[in-house]
C-alpha cells in the first residue's frame, strides 16, 4: 500500500514559469514531510521540509504548501530555471518496516525546465 | 559538510555472485539505511541499522543482507545475485532526525 503517492511521474515547464509538483499521503499519522531532488547517477539531497504545524513553509525559490485536511502538499518553484531538472521526491518519517527511522518515499516526478 | 561515501559507483556481476556494496560515514551518525530506486517504483528501504551489529528489515530486505561492525560502515550484500537486482542502490545516513543524507549511489547491473 503506497503511503505517499506522487502521481505525475513527468512535468515539463517552460523556464521562468512555475512548476507545482504534487504529493498526496494516506497516513494520517505523518507529521512532517520533505522533498528531495535527485540528479541522475547522484544520491538524493534534501530540498526542503515542512512540518504539520505549518501549512507553508518557503525557501527562496521553493515554497511548500501543506493541506492536512486534504492529506496533499505540492511543492512550488518560482522561478524555474534549467538546472532544476531532476527527479522530486516527497518523503515522510515512518513506514511499514522501520517505523519513525525510515522515510517512505513516493515514485518521484520527473521536473524537465525547457530553456 | 556530511559526506557519505559508496565504494563503488558501477559494478557488473554474474548472476550467482556474491555482491559487497560498501558505504562509510564520517559524521558518526547513528542511523544507516540501505534503499534501492528503480524507475517508477521510487526508493524502497532494504535493511537500516541504527547501532552497531543492529540491523532491522525494510519493505525489501528478502535477497539481501547487511553487515554493520562498525558505527561508521554499513555494507550490503547480494548472496546470490539475480538479474532482478539490477538497480541504483542508494545508502544514507541520519543523527536520528528526519533528513538522511544520501550518497552518490551504486548502479549494479547482474547479467
Known amino acids: 500500500d503506497q503511503q505517499v503517492k506522487q502521481n505525475s511521474p513527468s512535468l515539463s515547464v517552460q523556464e521562468g514559469r512555475i512548476s507545482i509538483l504534487n504529493c498526496d499521503y494516506t497516513?494520517?499519522?505523518?507529521?512532517?514531510f520533505l522533498w528531495y531532488k535527485k540528479y541522475p547517477a547522484e544520491g538524493p539531497t534534501f530540498l526542503i521540509s515542512?512540518?504539520?504545524?505549518?501549512d507553508k513553509n518557503e525557501d527562496g525559490r521553493f515554497t511548500v504548501f501543506l493541506n492536512k485536511s486534504a492529506k496533499h502538499l505540492s511543492l512550488h518553484i518560482v522561478p524555474s530555471q534549467p538546472g532544476d531538472s531532476a527527479v522530486y521526491f516527497c518523503?515522510?518519517?515512518?513506514?511499514?518496516?522501520?517505523?519513525?527511522?525510515?522515510?517512505?518515499f513516493g515514485k518521484g516526478t520527473k521536473l524537465s525546465v525547457i530553456p | 559538510d556530511v559526506k557519505v561515501t559508496q565504494s563503488s559507483r558501477y559494478l557488473v556481476k554474474r548472476t550467482g555472485e556474491k555482491v559487497f556494496l560498501e558505504c562509510v560515514q564520517d559524521?558518526?551518525?547513528?542511523?544507516m539505511f540501505w534503499y534501492r530506486q528503480d524507475p517508477g517504483l521510487g526508493l524502497r528501504l532494504i535493511y537500516f541499522?541504527?547501532?552497531?551489529?543492529?540491523?532491522e528489515k525494510g519493505d525489501i530486505p528478502e535477497g539481501y543482507s547487511v553487515s554493520r561492525e562498525k558505527k561508521e560502515r554499513f555494507s550490503l550484500i547480494l548472496e546470490s545475485a539475480s538479474t532482478n537486482q539490477t538497480s541504483m542502490y542508494l545508502c544514507?545516513?541520519?543523527?536520528?532526525?528526519?533528513?538522511?543524507?544520501f550518497g552518490e549511489g551504486s548502479r549494479l547491473t547482474v547479467l
Open positions: 544514507a545516513s541520519s543523527p536520528g532526525g528526519n533528513e538522511l543524507f
Open positions: 497516513n494520517s499519522m505523518f507529521d512532517y
Open positions: 515542512i512540518s504539520s504545524i505549518k
Open positions: 518523503a515522510a518519517p515512518g513506514g511499514s518496516g522501520a517505523g519513525s527511522y525510515q522515510l517512505t
Open positions: 559524521m558518526d551518525h547513528e542511523n
Open positions: 541499522s541504527y547501532d552497531v551489529k543492529m540491523k
